[in-house]
């Protein structure tokens, strides 16, 4: 059973800065995409930020490029979303998931974490 354990979220005050981590159980990551997405309260789940695992080709929601950074360390099976000049309008709960496929769609994601709370006050 894979699981996907997301940390690393708290309240900070606009233009700081969060990591976030997602800890993978066995080796899950290998071979597929991995991804982050947020759900701020009443509205869709959202595309935030992808990357193969193997290395490269990182996108972005325009929301957050240039401001947010997604990473992997291969040995420790962990995707990181590093979080800089955070905005009110980040404030959302951020959710890791490993797919197959290239793609921002949260549906072609099979496995997710259960989320992490990222408070950013003004």
């Known amino acids: 059973q894979v699981q996907l354990v997301e940390s690393g979220g708290r309240s900070v005050q606009a233009g700081g800065s969060l990591r976030l981590s997602c800890q993978a159980s066995?080796?899950?990551?290998?071979?597929?995409?991995t991804g982050w997405f947020r759900q701020a309260p009443g509205k869709e789940r959202e595309f935030v930020a992808l990357?193969?695992?193997?290395?490269?080709?990182?996108f972005y929601a325009d929301s957050v490029k240039g401001r947010f950074t997604i990473s992997r360390d291969n040995p420790e099976n962990t995707l990181y979303l590093q979080m800089d000049s955070l905005k009110p309008e980040d404030k959302a709960v951020y959710h890791c998931a490993r797919g197959s496929q290239y793609t921002t769609n949260p549906q072609a994601y099979d496995y997710w974490g259960q989320g992490t709370q990222v408070t950013v006050a003004s």
């Open positions: 990357m193969r695992w193997r290395g490269g080709s990182e």
């Open positions: 066995a080796r899950p990551f290998t071979g597929t995409i």
